[in-house]
């Protein structure tokens, strides 16, 4: 996709992507399988690796960066038929059956979160396949804050669609402005087609930038009060850690990820989608700005110590050692790089 990001409408990017398909899957065919033990790829994209890791006796793990295919499509569909009529899932349905197909055949699931890990559960896949390894961040870049913004200033990162539940926080902060005049919602992403029919409501009432990087970004979080992710389907949204090890309480839904590091009253708070619950969690962190830095600093602790990149791979390198070999004989694994 990446080369068709900034030169065509992103329904068009998505068309030309799965269009292409089979080149990728061509070039996959044609290149050299290195020795291994272990083969990992993402859902989707597991079937030709798994066939070469067959070959090999390879351990076969399957890395999801969404929830079960049955619950991503059926999460994000529902939103489709709820908010915008007519709009359907750009994801073809022979891509979920892929899916469907690896998760079977993995040796392990990857989860980057709880619901992730619960999703393949209550799909029918054994929990022992399952791995909880929670996203880590770059602590070089995400700093901790050092106070709170005067006048509420809250943020989220991530496409603006239906998925990610844009639907209902700008409902949410419309609630809040009526408590705190003067609140701030930045919003970092683009739009995705599917908020077509909510987008001309909102335009104007929160601050956009479309596109930030790394180190501003990481800027842009010290200066705010809460993160604030109210997602109907995620993985892990990579940017709750960021937040996190900026010192930002997290207001987010299970669905989010969030579960996984968040402790609903510690961390953050865990809400529903709803307007109604995500509004008084955003007013609750701000109106006591000596709890908001309390909750901060257990999110810095809980997101970042112990939790950098590094440390996701070590725990990676660590459960593929005790699942390749023998009790007693694991080794102790190489450091991730």
């Known amino acids: 996709m990446r080369p068709f990001y900034r030169l065509a409408p992103q329904i068009v990017v998505e ?19 290195p020795g291994c033990n272990v083969v990992q790829a993402i859902m989707g994209y597991a079937t030709e690796p798994f066939d070469a890791a067959d070959r090999v006796g390879a351990l076969k793990v399957v890395d999801c960066p969404n929830s079960h295919p049955t619950s991503y499509y059926g999460y994000w569909q529902r939103e489709c038929d709820l908010w915008n009529p007519g709009e359907n899932v750009p994801i073809p349905r022979w891509m979920f059956a892929r899916m469907n197909r690896e998760l079977e055949r993995a040796d392990v699931i990857l989860c980057p979160s709880t619901f992730v890990r619960d999703s393949m559960v209550s799909n029918g896949l054994p929990e022992s396949k399952c791995f909880i390894n929670p996203f880590g961040v770059n602590t070089s870049i995400f700093k901790p804050r050092d ?9 989220t990162v991530g496409t603006i669609c239906l998925r990610k539940g844009y639907q209902y926080l700008f409902r949410a902060f419309e609630q809040v402005k009526l408590v705190y005049p003067k609140a701030e919602l930045i919003c970092v992403g683009s739009y995705k087609s599917d908020f077509a029919k909510e987008r001309p409501r909102w335009e104007g009432t929160f601050t956009h930038i479309p596109h930030i990087g790394h180190q501003a970004l990481s800027q842009l979080l010290a200066t705010c009060t809460a993160f604030v992710f109210p997602s109907c389907e995620e993985g892990f949204a990579r940017v709750i850690p960021e937040a996190m090890a900026t010192g930002l309480p997290i207001i987010a839904t299970h669905e989010s990820g969030a579960t996984t590091l968040v402790k609903d009253g510690v961390e953050g708070y865990i809400v529903q989608r709803t307007p109604k619950e995500i509004a008084a969690a955003m007013i609750r962190v701000a109106e006591d700005p000596q709890r908001n830095l309390q909750m901060g600093e257990a999110a810095y602790r ?15 390198l660590a459960e593929y050692a005790r699942r390749i070999f023998p009790p007693g004989q694991t080794p102790k694994p190489a450091i991730a790089r």
Not at 21 to 27: D, G, I, S, V, Y
Not at 148 to 153: D, E, F, G, L, V
Not at 303 to 315: E, F, I, L, P, S
């Open 15 to 33: 068309r030309a992507f799965y269009a292409l398909f089979p080149l990728w899957r061509r070039w996959f065919l044609a290149q050299p399988f």
């Open 302 to 316: 809980k997101g970042a110590v112990k939790n950098t990149w590094q440390d996701y791979g070590d725990r990676l």
């Open 147 to 155: 106070s709170t913004p005067q006048a509420p200033r809250f943020i």
